[in-house]
C-alpha cells in the first residue's frame, strides 16, 4: 500500500530550538497538507500545496513557522523558535486533485 | 464561513449496539464529504467518502452514511458495532471551490463496552 510517510515519529526538543519535520507524499499526488491536532483546538489546517506551490498558509504562525517542498518527494514544516504551546501532533497528508487526502502517522512535538 | 460540527464528544455504546455518529456541515456549495477513522497514536485512515450521486455511501468496516442536503448532515452509522471499533471518529468537508481545502470536525471519541 501507498503511504505517506513522516519522521521523525516523535520529537522532544527544548524552547528556542528549531524543530524540522519531514514529509514524504505518496508518490503521484499533487496535494499536500500540514494539519496539527491538539486536545484544545482538533486538527487545524497549517498549510498546502498543490503541485509543490503553497497554496494556502494562512493557519500558520507566521513568525515561527515555514513551510516548504523543495521538490515533489519531500515537504517540510520548520518552526524556529519552537515554544511550549507548539507541542502537538503534527500530520502530513497527500492527495490527487479532489480525491480524499491520505495521512501520515503524524510527528509528535513536545516543546519543554 | 465553512464548518464542520460533530455535537458528540463522546459516545458510549455496547458491542452489538448500533452506532450513529453525527455530522452537519455549514457551505454554500455542494461539499465533498468525508468520515475519518483515527485509532490511538495512528494517523487519520478513511472510512468513506460522498462526492456525488447515492447518498447512502458504504465505507470500510462495514460503516455507511447518509447525505441529507435538506439537513447539512452526513451521519456515520454501523448496524452492530465491535470492540475494535473504539476510536475517535472525524467528519470532513472538502470544499468544492477549486482550493481543495478539507475542514474537519472536532471528532467523536466512541468507546465500546465489552
Known amino acids: 500500500d501507498a503511504r505517506v510517510t513522516q519522521t521523525p515519529r516523535d520529537k522532544v526538543t527544548e524552547m528556542g530550538q528549531e524543530v524540522t519535520m519531514r514529509c514524504q507524499p505518496i508518490?503521484?499526488?499533487?496535494?499536500v497538507f500540514w494539519y496539527r491536532q491538539t486536545m484544545m483546538q482538533g486538527l487545524e489546517l497549517l498549510a498546502y500545496?498543490?503541485?509543490?506551490?503553497?497554496?494556502?498558509d494562512s493557519g500558520m504562525p507566521k513568525d515561527r513557522f515555514s513551510a516548504e517542498m523543495p521538490d515533489a518527494t519531500l515537504a517540510t514544516l520548520k518552526i524556529q523558535p519552537s515554544e511550549p504551546r507548539d507541542s502537538a501532533v503534527y500530520f502530513c497528508a497527500s492527495g490527487l486533485n479532489i480525491e480524499s487526502p491520505i495521512f501520515g502517522q503524524g510527528t509528535r512535538l513536545t516543546v519543554v | 464561513a465553512q464548518s464542520v460540527t460533530q455535537p458528540d464528544i463522546h459516545i458510549t455504546v455496547s458491542e452489538g449496539a448500533s452506532l450513529e455518529l453525527r455530522c452537519n456541515y455549514s457551505y454554500g456549495a455542494t461539499p465533498y464529504l468525508f468520515w475519518y477513522v483515527q485509532s490511538p497514536g495512528q494517523g487519520l485512515q478513511l472510512l468513506l467518502k460522498?462526492?456525488?450521486?447515492?447518498?447512502l455511501v458504504q465505507g470500510i468496516k462495514g460503516f455507511e452514511a447518509e447525505f441529507k442536503r435538506s439537513q447539512s448532515s452526513f451521519n456515520l452509522r454501523k448496524p452492530s458495532v465491535h470492540w475494535s471499533d473504539a476510536a475517535e471518529y472525524f467528519c470532513?468537508?472538502?470544499?468544492?471551490?477549486?482550493?481543495?481545502?478539507?475542514?474537519f470536525g472536532t471528532g467523536t471519541r466512541l468507546k465500546v463496552l465489552a
Open positions: 460522498y462526492f456525488s450521486g447515492d447518498t
Open positions: 500545496f498543490r503541485n509543490r506551490a503553497p497554496l494556502d
Open positions: 508518490l503521484g499526488h499533487n496535494t
Open positions: 470532513a468537508v472538502g470544499l468544492t471551490s477549486g482550493t481543495y481545502k478539507y475542514i
